[in-house]
């Protein structure tokens, strides 16, 4: 590569991603090696910095122009010397002039004072905390008062943070438009309303924790008065991309004001959130035409004016899904704790869910635990007309049958089966004769065998070991 324009390296450095590659290319020359330091502009380190603020000072001289550096210690024991501390993001600050966008991951040794050196980093504008117990709200605040072009914000397991004071700021600033919280105790549904003016611009919003909040009633909402209901006077009518999971709601209580203020909804993800209206939903579907993906995680609980123990939403809120959300291309239903002994407890019937494929352009379907749906719904499935991925989780009531009619489904490029135990070589025989399948995954299925599913596609992921229920159904804590 000798005599190369430097612009024409530049070109080539870039399309390189793999750092081992990056680091190889810069041994081959000295003039690749210069090349590499000016347009190498992100780094990833972790465990294997050492002496950790030495050598991040080093990576800091030689890639001038880093804007992206992401530092993560999972996995660290103190046998694998010193973490990076508040030093470590004090050379952060002062040698890198362009960063705009840090993710720091199970950095202990990081505190208040460390992050409010991020405050000199006049261009950050992404900032990934992700179990970092040392840092509280003090620390966020001085990010939040110092670092004026924040767009993306993101705190999970980060159990010191507790008042909002940050929060607030971010929300009279509204330069946020991406706000992800996770599995913070000390902030709740209703601290997040102190977000303000910030919901306007928001695009991309998540909110989850994961605790056994189920077995407890809703928590205290210290704004609500039985005699003055608290009414919510937010505007959120930017956002595209929502999740919740894991929360209980009640009327006029918390985040579930947001199912009744979103138009411009793209993704919509609601995870085992206790409360949910059917007629809200069918509001909120009506509202949202650009609605394209939808993921439904449901448990059964006491609920309609019967007070039924089912899944709160049924085929009304599919059938309002069919007729006002025209560009909806993937769908995941979960259905937890719905034995096939009692298929009244989910709502949706295997007649709506065929509807609902059938109506819309659905690409990507994922049933979970959906034990009412069987070999009749496969069936209907076959005349899905945009289905290319299809994913079928605990389905109990799927047998080779099943397997035979989405065999002829043209459209259908991908299949994962999970803990489907119905289904048997047999099944599998009916796919290899197909030859239709680029990508078939099948895991914990104890009656399909490795032989069966070689050929079967054109790439091809087994094994035997089953998933724990937890995992199985996005539930993190049991």
Known sequence: MEGLSEPLLGEIIKRITRTSDLNSLSLVSKQLYNA?????????????????????????????????VEINYSGWTSKRGKQLDNQGILVLSSQC????????????YINDTGIGYLAHCKKLMALRLNFAPAISSSGLLSVAVGCKSLSTFHLVDCMKVGSVEWLEY???AGSLVELVVKDCKGISQYDLLKFGPGWMKLEKFEFEIND???LSGPPRDPSFDAHYPYKYDICCENLKDLRLAHIITVPEIGLRYLLRKCKALEKLSLDYVIGLDEREMIALFQNCSNLRSLSLHLMPLRCGPGMDFRTPLTDESLMSLGLSCHMLEAIELTFTFCPSSYLSEIGFTQEGIVMLVQSCPIRVLMLNGANNFDDEGMKGLSSAQFLETLELVDCERITDSGMSFIASRPSLSSLTLRQC???????????????????LTVLGCPRISLKAVQGAARSVRYSTVSESFASLKGMKKM
């Open 212 to 214: 056994n909040y189920w």
């Open 421 to 439: 135990k119905k289904v048997t070589d047999n099944g599998m025989d009916e796919l290899a004769r197909s030859q239709k399948l680029e990508s």
């Open 170 to 172: 971010l929300g009279r």
């Open 36 to 68: 590499d330091a000016e347009e190498r502009g992100i780094v990833r380190v972790g465990c294997t910095l050492h002496p950790a603020t030495e050598a991040l000072s080093s990576l800091c001289f030689r890639f001038p122009n880093l804007w992206k």
């Open 97 to 108: 002039p362009v960063l705009t966008d840090l993710t720091l991951s199970f950095c202990s």
